[in-house]
């Protein structure tokens, strides 16, 4: 039997990676004939700039930033490389532990995958497509060839700097984390030659709107009277006006593509403060000023553009209005409530309205670079999983979009987690995702920490008892 292992990371307790070792192993326990095929993913998240990375052949570049406190660290993002389209991959080997960085590595063939339209399916129809009301009307560079002999693509985590795991519980500051660090990252990238960045946007310890990031790239943001703001989420309820006189062209110009796994709003009830700043150490005051401010960042924003336009329609040069040409029949849209804006605490709404940005489910991007669609019509059954299967994981999380992916080659999925929901909502929504069964991994009672420690264990033999059923099926 074959099987294709494509699990996510189990967050604070193993990377999509290991996971997926874990998985073979147990596999080839209860199934010595089985051929395994490991596919780690990544949803937008944790994991992204090693899946893409690995999938295209490329390297990883480490690089000195500040975290979202504003301390030194040294954080990693990644440039694509250049991989063919596997014509037959089919011919695996029995007990066949090769990744896709091994593939990729091997790989002669020149026909080179576009990754942005999804591969298969797309099951996150909230997104905005190609027509974005935000794009700058520059010619559309977004999609990826991971083969473009012109134009190189960095893939960056916005958590790999400003990530919230990197915070203590007692050290975070929901008012004052910036993502400063990550535009540090991008400024990197595009000095060193990026002409495209994905940037995933997950995991952010911040509810900045993005306005760290880009003070890295040269934007200001300023109060009623003129003086620089504070960094953080914090002091947006004071923005009266932003400043791009120290913003480049060749920044202006890069396309991003932002990565992303939920279509939350800015602001509101559902929006960036309400939802997510609860967990990066807001209490109900500050998700209130958290959400006020990114409402005053919104209307800076819309300023902003209306600024430029009315620059360009006076026949001025400012490279704003040259950024902005063409673009007033959209000055309207409010970025407030564009599906995605509230990403990464408002980060996506920030990009979206500052620069050449547009939002695509992050699991589409990756499952179409790996060729997924190819891998499960290949394999006989498809085992994924994530730290916590539950009411988030039918939309627009890994194990969704590998099971969409292989139910419409109909093959079966099975899901595995360190916790997994059991009401009938939740299950009736993986099942119309293509996950025909759910399983926990967890053995018995425990303390977090020692579940946390015995993950690879405890998927190991997880799934060595579902591999050994199957082949008990199978045989019988």
Not at 172 to 192: F, H, K, V
């Amino acid at each position: 039997m074959r099987y294709l292992l494509a699990p996510d990371s189990f967050k604070e307790a193993a990377s999509a990676q290991t996971v997926a070792e874990a998985m073979r192993k147990g596999v080839m326990a209860g199934d010595p004939n089985a051929e395994c095929r490991l596919m780690p993913l990544s949803d937008g998240g944790e994991g992204l700039a090693s899946a893409l990375v690995q999938a295209a052949g490329g390297t990883m570049r480490s690089v000195r930033t500040t975290d979202a406190l504003g301390r030194p660290i040294t954080a990693q993002y990644g440039f694509l490389g250049s991989i063919g389209r596997r014509s037959d991959i089919s011919n695996r080997t029995k007990d066949s532990d090769a990744t896709v960085s091994d593939r990729a590595k091997a790989s002669s063939n020149g026909d080179s995958p576009d990754i942005g339209s999804p591969d298969g399916d797309s099951q996150n129809s909230d997104f905005p497509d190609r027509g974005n009301s935000f794009e700058s009307g520059r010619p559309d560079n977004h999609s990826i060839s991971a083969g473009s002999p012109t134009v190189r693509t960095a893939v960056i985590e916005l958590a790999s700097a400003s990530g919230l795991e990197a915070i203590a519980p007692a050290d975070r500051d929901p008012m004052a984390a910036s993502t400063y660090g990550t535009g540090m990252l991008i400024r990197d990238a595009i000095n060193a030659g990026a002409g495209r960045i994905v940037l995933g946007l997950g995991g952010s310890a911040t509810t900045d709107g993005g306005t760290g990031l880009a003070r890295a790239l040269g934007y200001r943001f300023l109060d009623e009277y003129g003086r620089e703001l504070p960094f953080g989420g914090g002091a947006n309820i004071n923005m009266a006006a932003i400043d791009d006189s120290n913003v480049s062209d060749e920044v202006r110009a890069t396309p991003i593509i932002l990565a992303c796994d939920v279509t939350n709003p800015l602001t509101g009830p559902q929006g960036a403060a309400y939802v997510f700043s609860p967990q990066k150490g807001a209490d109900p005051q500050q998700v209130e000023l958290l959400d006020q401010g990114l409402a005053k960042f919104a209307d800076a924003i819309a300023d902003y553009r209306r600024r430029a336009i009315n620059i360009n329609h006076s026949h001025e040069t400012s490279s704003a209005a040259e950024t902005l040409r063409g673009t007033s029949h959209r000055i309207t849209i409010d970025i407030r409530n564009v599906p995605g804006a509230g990403a990464a605490g408002g980060t996506g709404g920030g990009l979206l309205g500052l620069f050449n940005a547009r939002i695509e489910p992050g699991i589409d991007l990756v499952l179409n670079l790996l060729h997924a669609r190819e891998a499960c019509a290949w394999a006989d059954v498809v085992i994924t999983g994530e730290g916590s299967i539950d009411a988030q994981t039918p939309y627009g999380k890994v194990p969704s979009g590998i099971a969409r992916l292989a139910k419409s080659q109909g093959k079966p999925a099975i899901a595995i987690g360190g916790k997994v929901a059991h009401d009938p909502q939740t299950i009736a929504a993986l099942r119309e995702a293509g996950i025909v069964a759910t399983f926990g991994v967890t053995p018995g009672p425990a303390s977090l920490p020692e579940l946390l420690a015995g993950t690879e264990r405890n998927v190991e033999s997880t799934c060595a008892a579902i591999a050994g059923l199957l082949r008990m099926t199978q045989n019988g």
